[in-house]
């Protein structure tokens, strides 16, 4: 809590599975002036060890604790200032996106305005995603896709598909209309420095397809897109090889010593569902009440995201739509980031106030900071139609900016005008994507 207070609370998420605090967070929002708070989940120390078999603690993870850190935390303030704050937001990606989306529909009077990215709202699915595309490389070594293979695929990607918004500049702008297949590069027999073998070709494409349920075919989560390529999994295929970095779901139900191997991508998927989608599933597009109350929500997305497929958020999108016909566009905005990954980072435009630690703060210019845009949007009407977001050399907060460019509401993307410099966000204009 600040001496010097705006007035406003800012909630901050969490990532993974939690189990901290997120101080870094907590401090980009506090040198704005927020009165600010953060959640471990309620699955402290790490996330994992405390919950196995406890569901009270998975409905802490899944929105309870979330709900009682606001407002927890807005009392304290009311205690302390002798005052509610004037205005709430609520910030937060990857499970931190989740959180926020939980809040908008089960507690919508929570917040007035709510930035999520990457969001993990469709929480079984995604690591069922993720662990589907460790198998496919993990069968055995014909599949195995080593650095040299990754790298050599991503370059034909990149080659295949790095124009198709109009401008070669080394980031894909539209993976979504790439569709090459690796079959192009597929050895005429067996394997070589030069080609991918069968399995390779096997193990990409299931990777870009998505996860299926092996009983009813059902398409379970979208596939990663093109461009993604050089964060596939790179652990060599051995006796004792272990998924790694989503395991926390599977290890909540199946305990510890969780074996990949034995997972059933149909049995296994109703297990999760069934036991984990009460307190953690947050696909509901029935965002009703939180329009109704005036809220806000402005989502971003990575294009080269390897967590988060880029297709499920824009999925949550038009599912809200669906349910509510012609409102969603009054309240929702989605900001697509071409090759950026999960959060932030990678080879395109990534810093525009996506709280990257580090990274030069615009918390008084909305054109460049999601945070200021969403307050403008709730404290002055004026929604955002597009965010500048920027490059900086070799991905260092001090180092020169490299390149900036707008990101733009959908369904509009940037397209190169044809002239100006390339490096510069004045010459991109936000075109109806075709």
Known sequence: MPT?????????????????????????????????????????????????????????YGYRSTHLMTTMSKAMLKQFYSTDPTRSYFYGCSTGGAQGVQEALKFPQDYDGIVVGAMGHNRVPAHVAGLWAYVATQHDMTTYLTAAKRKLWADKVMDSCDALDGLRDGVIGRPDKCAVDPSVLQCAAGDGPDCLSAGQVGALRKIYAGPTHSVTGEHLYPGFLRGTELSFPAEVPSATAVSGGGN????????????????????????????????????????????????????????????AAPGETLNYLNTVEKTMPGQSDKFVRLFNAPGMGHCGGGVGPNVFGNFQVGFPEHPNDPTQDLLAAMEQWVENGRAPTQITATKYVNSQPTGPVERTMPLCAWPKVSKYKGTGDVNSAASFDCVAAD
Not at 261 to 279: E, K, Q, Y
């Open 4 to 60: 010097d207070w705006n007035g406003k609370f800012l909630g901050t998420g969490n990532g993974g599975a939690g189990g901290v605090i997120q101080y870094d967070a907590m401090a980009i929002g506090l040198r704005r002036g927020f009165a600010v708070a953060n959640t471990d989940m309620g699955t402290s120390p790490d996330g994992v060890s405390a919950v196995v078999g406890k569901m009270e603690r998975i409905v802490d």
């Open 248 to 307: 926390f779901p599977f290890q909540w139900i199946w305990g510890l010593n969780w074996n990949w191997r034995s997972f059933d991508f149909g049995r296994d998927v109703d297990v999760m569902r069934n036991t984990l989608n009460f307190a953690v599933d947050a696909t509901s597009g029935d965002l009703t009440a939180f329009n109704a109350r005036g809220g806000k929500m402005m989502m971003f997305q990575g294009l080269a995201d390897p967590i």
